[in-house]
T-cell receptor
Framework: EPEVTQTPSHQVTQMGQEVILRCVPI?????FYWYRQILGQKVEFLVSFYNNEISEKSEIFDDQFSVERPDGSNFTLKIRSTKLEDSAMYFCASSEARDGNQPQHFGDGTRLSIL | GNSVTQMEGPVTLSEEAFLTINCTYTATGYPSLFWYVQYPGEGLQLLLK?????DKGSNKGFEATYRKETTSFHLEKGSVQVSDSAVYFCALSDRSRGANNLFFGTGTRLTVIP
């Protein structure tokens, strides 16, 4: 069964550095998402992306964050200048469509640790 | 706004016991409801879903019924197995705004012991 793949599985970065998290969504999916889960807290929506532009973003997704689909397969989340509170598990997801009948498929996540 | 409240864990059960994990929601529109499961070291996997009132989602022996009158979507399984040990997340998406982002509960960790 097709899967969403995320790399790396664990990223350790110094505070203030830029980090790029990578995702390869399922090939025929059109909608892409990033979520994060701070240890012990809820999974929180960050951003959704469709047709090469952001379709929705949460208040967490401030100017430090950006997303890109640089080619036909990758979907990346960039954090420009990382802070300690960015330490979390980041999940990428994709779906065929935007309605509730088409579920989102998640990757295994990237654990981001900011030192 | 949109939010999901689910039963705090952890939950520990013996094999073949009955499982209930409670989930209630608030939504501004008419949501779709989901249960996702996260096995150790893995990502979130869709377990089951329901898109309208009184729908019952089911998969792998798990069931949940969309109850609009009580704004609930409780997860049940008649006889749990050790392999069901995982973290279970209740979630909703609010289609009325044309968006599909998911709102998750805090997750409930289930441990099944032989």
């Amino acid at each position: 069964e097709p899967e969403v793949t995320q790399t790396p599985s664990h990223q350790v970065t110094q505070m203030g550095q830029e980090v790029i998290l990578r995702c390869v969504p399922i090939s025929n999916h059109l909608y892409f998402y990033w979520y994060r889960q701070i240890l012990g807290q809820k999974v929180e929506f960050l951003v959704s992306f469709y047709n090469n532009e952001i379709s929705e973003k949460s208040e967490i997704f401030d100017d430090q964050f950006s997303v890109e689909r640089p080619d036909g397969s990758n979907f990346t989340l960039k954090i420009r200048s990382t802070k300690l509170e960015d330490s979390a598990m980041y999940f990428c997801a994709s779906s065929e469509a935007r309605d509730g009948n088409q579920p989102q498929h998640f990757g295994d996540g990237t654990r981001l640790s900011i030192l | 706004g949109n939010s999901v409240t689910q039963m705090e864990g952890p939950v520990t059960l013996s094999e073949e016991a009955f499982l209930t994990i409670n989930c209630t929601y608030t939504a501004t529109g008419y949501p779709s409801l989901f249960w996702y499961v996260q096995y150790p070291g893995e990502g979130l996997q869709l377990l089951l879903k329901a898109t309208k009132a009184d729908d019952k989602g089911s998969n792998k022996g798990f069931e949940a019924t969309y109850r609009k009158e009580t704004t609930s979507f409780h997860l049940e399984k008649g006889s749990v197995q050790v392999s069901d040990s995982a973290v279970y997340f209740c979630a909703l998406s609010d289609r009325s705004r044309g968006a599909n982002n998911l709102f998750f509960g805090t997750g409930t960790r289930l441990t099944v012991i032989p």
